[in-house]
C-alpha cells in the first residue's frame, strides 16, 4: 500500500519505522504535511501517536468539512479530552499505547512547561524500554509536533532526561519498531544531534538564517553541494504548501530529491488562524466514535497495577485491611462481651489495650530511634575512616625515621609536573595519553611498583586515579578511604605531587609516573559487576541501601520518599541527605527531585 502524500510523490508503508524532519516557518503549511502523513499512516492501519503541546491537532476527530467524522483516535489530555492526562502518567500512558497498540493524541496543552518535561520524560523512556521486547516490536509513528519543546538545542534544568529519550528514539527506535516525526517551525532550536539523525527531509518555506543554517547542518550530513544549492535558493520563497522532499537512499538505492505541492488534509483543521473579525469558531458537527469504555478499562488495569506495584501504595493497602481487621475485632468483642453480661456468673477481664494517640507516640519514638541508629551509623563510618587515616600518618612518620634517603638513578631524573603524561578515562579504567613534549613509556600494572609508596593512603589515592581520573578532592578522598579536609590528605596530595605522581588542581590526574611507581592495580570492572563492587564497598550503610533500591528501579526514576521507602530510611533526615550526597559524588546515582542509579552501573 502506497501512502500519497503529492500527486507525483508517495511513501511506501514502511514509513513507519523512518525519522523525519518536517521544517518550515509559521503558517507555511508544515502541519498540513505532517497531518497529511498521519492520515495515510492511519488509513494503512498503522498505529500512530501524535504528541501535540499546543493543543492545535483535535481536528483529527472530525472531516475536514466538519460534517463527517475523522479519524478514530483516542485524545489523551487537553480541553477536549476523552480521558483526562497527569503530569506523573507518562509511564503509564506508555505501557497503555504499547500493549494495546492504540492510536492516541497526547494533547500537552495544559501543562506547565516542567509538567511537560515530566510526562514526556517518563512517557518516552518507557516507551523505548517496553519496546525492547520482542512481543511488543510492532510498527508505530510517533509524531511529534513543535518537536524544539521535546528536543530542545539547549535543555533547561529538569529536561536533560528527556532530551537523552528523545535522542535514544530517534537514533534506534527504529530497530524496535518506533519511526518518528519531528515538526518544528523552529529548526535552529531543534536539537542538532536529533535533527541530522532524520532519514527524511520534508522542507517547506523557511527565511530565517539561524533556521535555514540548521537545515544546512542536516544536508552536510546527507546531501550533495548541487541539491543543497538548489534547495537553499528556492526556500525563502516557497508558496504555502510546496515542499521539498529529500531522502537519500531512501526507499531505494536513488532515493528521494523532489519538490512536491502536498495536498489537502482530509480531517479537520483546528490549527487553523482565525478570521478577522470572527468572534467564534465555526464547531465541527461530527466527531468519530471511539471505543471509551474499553479505552478507559485497559487505563484503570494499567493504573492499579502500576499501584500494586508501588510500595507506598501497598502501605497503604496493609494500612487500610489493618484498620478493617481492628474494627471486625472491635465489634466482634462487643458483641461477646453483650453475651457475656446475659451470664451474671461469668466475669468480664479487662485487658491493656493502647489508644490510638498512645500508639502514635510509640511509632514516633521507633522512628527518631531509627534515624539515630542512622546518625550513629554515619559516626561509625567516619570513625572507621579517621582510624585508618591515622594508621597511615604514624606508618609514613615510622618510614620516614628508618627507611634510608633513596637518591634516584640519574637515567630516571623526576618528572617535570607541566609535561607529565596524565590518565584519561575510559569506561571506568585508566589510558596513558602520552605528552606531546616527549614519548613515555608506561610500566604495566603488573610491574611491583615504587617501594615508597608501600601500604599508605597515597597508594588508594594513586589507585584511585589510576582507576579513573580526573577526580575533585572530595570524590578522591572517597574512592580511597580519606578525608579530603584532612592534614593527612594534604601530606598524601604534596607527596604525590613532588614525585611527579600527581597533577592538576581543580580535578586530579595520575601521571604515567605515577601509574610506573604505583605498580600493580586492580582497574575497576564494568557495568553489573562494578555495581556489585561499589555494594560491596559500601557494606551495610544507607548509602547501599539507597543504591541498591535504585538498582532494583532501573532505568526507571523514583521520588526522594520511595527511595526513602524501599531503603527503610527517612528521606527527611539529614542522614539521608548525607548518603545521597556521597552517592553522587562517587557517580552511582543521578538526579534531584527525582534519583536513578547512573546507567554506567549497567553498561
Same mark, same amino acid.
Given at each position: 500500500m502506497k501512502l500519497k502524500i503529492a500527486e507525483d510523490l508517495s511513501f511506501p508503508v514502511d514509513v513507519v519505522t523512518q525519522t523525519i524532519a518536517v521544517l518550515a516557518k509559521r503558517r507555511a503549511g508544515k502541519s498540513y504535511a505532517m497531518r497529511r502523513l498521519?492520515?495515510?499512516?492511519?488509513?494503512?492501519s498503522q498505529q500512530v501517536v501524535l504528541v501535540d503541546p499546543k493543543g492545535d491537532q483535535w481536528g483529527v476527530r472530525s472531516a475536514a468539512d466538519g460534517k463527517a467524522p475523522g479519524l478514530s483516535i483516542v485524545i489523551l489530555g487537553g480541553e477536549r479530552a476523552d480521558v483526562p492526562l497527569e503530569a506523573g502518567s507518562g509511564e503509564v500512558v506508555a505501557k497503555l499505547v504499547v500493549e494495546e497498540r492504540v492510536s492516541v493524541l497526547l494533547d500537552l496543552s495544559l501543562f506547565r512547561k516542567h509538567e511537560v518535561a515530566t510526562f514526556m520524560t517518563g512517557f518516552l523512556e518507557n516507551l523505548y524500554r517496553l519496546k525492547?521486547?520482542?512481543?511488543?516490536?510492532?510498527?508505530?509513528?510517533?509524531?511529534?509536533?513543535?518537536a524544539d519543546a521535546v528536543a530542545p538545542q539547549k535543555p533547561q534544568k529538569g529536561e536533560e532526561r528527556m532530551l537523552g529519550a528523545a535522542e535514544d528514539i530517534v537514533r534506534r527506535g527504529g530497530q524496535r519498531g518506533i519511526g518518528c516525526v519531528l515538526v518544528t517551525q523552529r529548526s535552529a532550536v531543534l536539537n542538532k544531534n536529533v535533527?541530522?539523525?532524520?532519514?527524511?527531509?520534508?522542507?517547506?518555506?523557511?527565511?530565517?538564517?539561524?533556521?535555514?543554517?540548521?537545515?544546512?547542518?542536516?544536508?552536510?550530513?546527507?546531501?550533495?553541494?548541487?541539491q543543497k544549492r538548489?534547495?537553499?535558493?528556492?526556500?525563502?520563497?516557497?508558496?504555502?504548501?510546496?515542499?521539498?522532499?529529500?531522502?537519500?537512499?531512501?526507499?531505494?538505492?536513488?532515493g528521494i530529491f523532489k519538490r512536491v505541492h502536498v495536498l489537502p488534509i482530509e480531517t479537520y483543521d483546528s490549527g487553523a488562524s482565525p478570521d478577522p473579525g470572527e468572534k467564534k469558531r465555526a464547531e465541527p458537527k461530527s466527531v468519530a466514535e471511539v471505543d471509551l469504555d474499553a479505552l478507559k478499562r485497559q487505563m484503570s488495569a494499567t493504573i492499579e497495577k502500576a499501584k500494586a506495584d508501588d510500595p507506598r501504595e501497598l502501605r497503604k493497602l496493609l494500612a487500610e485491611k489493618d484498620r478493617h481487621i481492628k474494627e471486625l475485632e472491635r465489634a466482634t468483642s462487643g458483641s461477646a462481651a453483650s453475651n457475656e453480661r446475659a451470664k451474671p456468673e461469668v466475669k468480664a477481664v479487662e485487658k491493656f489495650v493502647l489508644k490510638d494517640g498512645q500508639l502514635a507516640r510509640a511509632e514516633a519514638i521507633v522512628a527518631k530511634l531509627d534515624a539515630t541508629a542512622e546518625r550513629f551509623s554515619t559516626f561509625e563510618e567516619d570513625l572507621r575512616s579517621t582510624a585508618k587515616e591515622i594508621r597511615d600518618a604514624i606508618a609514613i612518620a615510622i618510614a620516614s625515621t628508618r627507611a634510608p634517603q633513596i637518591t634516584?638513578?640519574?637515567?630516571?631524573?623526576?618528572?617535570?609536573? /607541566?609535561?607529565?603524561?596524565?590518565?584519561?578515562?575510559?569506561?571506568?579504567?585508566?589510558?596513558?595519553?602520552?605528552?606531546?613534549? /616527549?614519548p613515555a613509556s608506561l610500566v604495566s600494572p603488573s610491574s611491583n611498583g615504587n617501594s615508597e609508596i608501600g601500604n599508605s593512603g597515597l597508594k588508594r589515592i594513586l589507585i584511585a586515579l589510576a582507576q579513573r581520573g580526573g577526580l575533585t578532592r572530595r570524590q578522591l578522598g572517597l574512592r580511597a578511604c580519606l578525608s579530603s579536609r584532612s592534614g593527612t590528605f594534604d601530606t598524601y596530595l604534596s607527596k604525590g605531587r613532588t614525585n611527579g605522581w600527581i597533577v592538576g588542581s581543580t580535578t586530579l590526574e595520575i601521571t604515567t609516573a605515577g601509574v610506573e611507581a604505583l605498580g600493580h592495580y586492580d582497574p575497576l570492572p564494568e557495568g553489573r559487576a562494578l555495581l556489585d563492587y561499589w555494594l560491596n564497598e559500601l557494606g551495610n550503610s544507607g548509602a547501599a541501601r539507597i543504591l541498591r533500591a535504585l538498582a532494583h528501579a532501573h532505568p526507571m526514576a523514583l521520588t526522594r520518599s520511595a527511595v526513602g521507602e524501599a531503603a527503610q530510611l527517612s528521606d527527611r533526615s539529614g542522614t539521608f541527605d548525607t548518603y545521597l550526597s556521597k552517592l553522587r559524588t562517587l557517580e552511582l546515582i543521578e538526579g534531584r527531585g527525582e534519583l536513578k542509579a547512573s546507567d554506567e552501573l549497567f553498561d
Open positions: 498521519v492520515e495515510q499512516l492511519f488509513k494503512a525492547a521486547r520482542e512481543v511488543y516490536r510492532t510498527p508505530m509513528m510517533l509524531v511529534v509536533d513543535e535533527l541530522t539523525q532524520a532519514q527524511v527531509l520534508i522542507a517547506l518555506r523557511t527565511i530565517a538564517p539561524q533556521d535555514l543554517a540548521a537545515m544546512n547542518a542536516w544536508i552536510d550530513v546527507h546531501g550533495t553541494e548541487e538548489t534547495l537553499m535558493a528556492s526556500l525563502p520563497s516557497l508558496p504555502v504548501g510546496d515542499a521539498w522532499v529529500w531522502s537519500p537512499g531512501w526507499p531505494t538505492v536513488d634516584p638513578p640519574p637515567t630516571q631524573p623526576r618528572v617535570n609536573h /607541566r609535561q607529565a603524561p596524565v590518565m584519561s578515562t575510559q569506561g571506568g579504567r585508566v589510558a596513558p595519553v602520552a605528552a606531546t613534549s /616527549r
